[in-house]
């Protein structure tokens, strides 16, 4: 079964950094995607950016290209999203998904999410 | 990139049928075959629901389907249930990115 078991909940102060995960399990971690995918309270989801763990290869939403950094290990079937400096504008739900690109760019499988909360 | 355009809210009562719209460019909805539909309740992660325009993964019920014309991509319901009551965001590729819709609330009445 394919699984992707996200960090918990985050409650940071601004200015602060941050490193959320996403294990997968259940697949070839190395040959799929994962990306990122924010979700602001009340609002819509937002493409922040994708990796593959295979190699690291990464692109990012143009929107978020210098705001986050994605990584992944690929000896431990985790990918990460992290901020150098949080705002309290970065507080969302991110979750993370598994992206079926050869076959029409889809998120096929999805994260629980993490809850992250800037507030000074 | 813009987000693709999607009704705020849609309704309908048990048993009838809805349609939800997403309309974008020739740049994602138009120039690709890869629109992907996610229903999301309330605190839940998403869940896709049809994917390369009309695909519907295993174990999605076969009263979802979707359609495309042009700019505007559909997702239809058909026989709505309670348990249809959602957000559904559609989603294009686009420019070696995704896009999302803005999001559709499903009131079943």
């Known amino acids: 079964e394919v699984q992707l078991v996200q960090s918990g909940a985050e409650v940071k102060k601004p200015g602060e950094s941050l490193k959320i995960s996403c294990k997968g399990s259940?697949?070839?971690?190395?040959?799929?995607?994962i990306g990122w995918v924010r979700q602001m309270p009340g609002k819509g989801l937002e493409w922040m950016g994708i990796?593959?763990?295979?190699?690291?290869?990464?692109r990012y939403s143009p929107s978020f290209q210098g705001q986050v950094t994605i990584s992944a290990d690929k000896s431990i079937s985790t990918a990460y999203l992290q901020w150098s400096s949080l705002k309290a504008s970065d507080t969302a739900m991110y979750y993370c998904?598994?992206?079926?690109?050869?076959?029409?760019?889809?998120?096929?499988?999805w994260g629980q999410g993490t809850l992250v909360t800037v507030s000074s | 990139q813009s987000a693709l355009t999607q009704p705020a809210s849609v309704s309908g009562s048990p048993g009838q049928s809805i349609t939800i719209s997403c309309t974008g460019t020739?740049?994602?909805?138009?120039?690709?075959?890869?629109v992907s539909w996610y229903q999301q309740h309330p605190g839940k992660a998403p869940k896709l629901m049809i994917y390369e325009v009309s695909n519907r993964p295993s174990g999605v019920s076969n009263r979802f389907s979707g359609s495309k014309s042009g700019n505007t991509a559909s997702l239809t319901i058909s026989g709505l249930q309670a348990e249809d009551e959602a957000d559904y965001y559609c989603s294009s590729y686009t420019s070696s990115s995704l896009v999302f819709g803005g999001g559709t609330k499903l009131t079943v009445l």
């Open positions: 259940g697949y070839s971690f190395t040959s799929y995607w």
């Open positions: 990796i593959y763990p295979g190699d690291s290869d990464t």
């Open positions: 020739s740049s994602d909805v138009g120039g690709y075959n890869y």
């Open positions: 998904a598994r992206l079926r690109m050869s076959s029409g760019y889809y998120f096929d499988y």
